[in-house]
């Protein structure tokens, strides 16, 4: 038996580098390619879940944990680098299922929202995040959903008038008449689901509803008062913020009260 070894982190690997790998196999003539695992600060947990995901149509592709050097085996080492991941390079070059996989499981959750928004939005959208999973662990919610929502909220928020209209014409046309500042929460959500891949419906759900807070779904209300109440925006928020901890539904009253007495004083039409 002749068998190809790749040694790598795979954290993750790209559509890409699978196509070079199967390539290989008929090259030399390989029986089976067997993956080995090198170090990587991604869990071995995680890294090996998205190479199963991946290789998973291919009887002959492996996984090798631990020993794997047998005897008669005639074995081949092929050629592989190991890339460092970022996003504007490398997404288109991950495949979908892994992309879901990472979205719910925070691998390079961060980074890729940090990419997505200016450095002075990011002050926003990290610490508007913290005050989402806090108010989610204070109602025995799930905190990583508010994390994940939170986190891709505004991901769109730097998308100039032509950019965001393209997104808008994809899944909400008949929105493009209201005002440009809300548009960033349907376009958010269809960036989420297209390209993003997330699979959530909590969160897709709360991140398009985010800007008019018009839903009564918990997870939406905590996105849409952790917004509202991030403690980096310039005025004292903390009595609005005790009172999400205590209630959902009377937060969203007070603080929705205020938005519309603000937006009257600043002349917009409510
Ligand atoms: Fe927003
Ligand atoms: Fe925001």
Aim: with cysteine.
């Amino acid at each position: 038996m002749r068998v190809g070894i790749i040694k790598g982190a795979f954290a993750p690997l790209l559509c890409s580098q699978l196509s070079e790998i199967l390539k290989f196999r008929k090259q030399y003539s390989l029986d089976e390619i067997w993956f080995v695992f090198e170090e990587h600060t991604v869990s071995y947990e995680n890294r090996s879940h998205m190479l199963k995901l991946m290789i998973a149509p291919y009887r002959k592709l492996k996984i090798m944990k631990g020993d794997w050097l047998y005897e008669g085996i005639d074995y081949v080492q092929l050629p592989f680098v190991n890339i460092e991941f970022d996003f504007d390079l490398h997404w288109k070059d991950v495949s979908s299922v892994v992309k879901t996989y990472m979205m719910e499981h925070g691998i390079y959750v961060e980074d890729i929202a940090r990419s997505l928004v200016k450095p002075k939005r990011w002050l926003h959208v990290s610490s508007m995040t913290q005050l989402a999973v806090d108010l989610a662990v204070s109602h025995h919610m799930n905190a990583y959903e508010a994390f994940l929502a939170g986190m891709f909220h505004d991901c769109t928020k730097r998308l100039d008038y032509d950019e965001s209209s393209f997104w808008m014409r994809l899944n909400a046309s008949n929105k493009l008449d209201e005002a440009f500042a809300i548009h960033h929460q349907y376009t958010g959500e269809i960036y989420c689901r297209r390209v993003l891949k997330i699979r959530n419906q909590n969160v897709l759900h709360a991140i398009l509803h985010h800007v008019k807070g018009d839903s009564n779904h918990p997870l939406a209300q905590i996105i849409y008062l952790a917004d509202k109440l991030d403690p980096s925006r310039d005025y004292d928020s903390s009595k609005e913020i005790a009172l999400a901890k205590k209630d959902l539904n009377q937060a969203m009253k007070v603080v929705k009260e205020q938005q519309i007495a603000y937006l009257r004083k600043e002349g917009v039409k409510v």
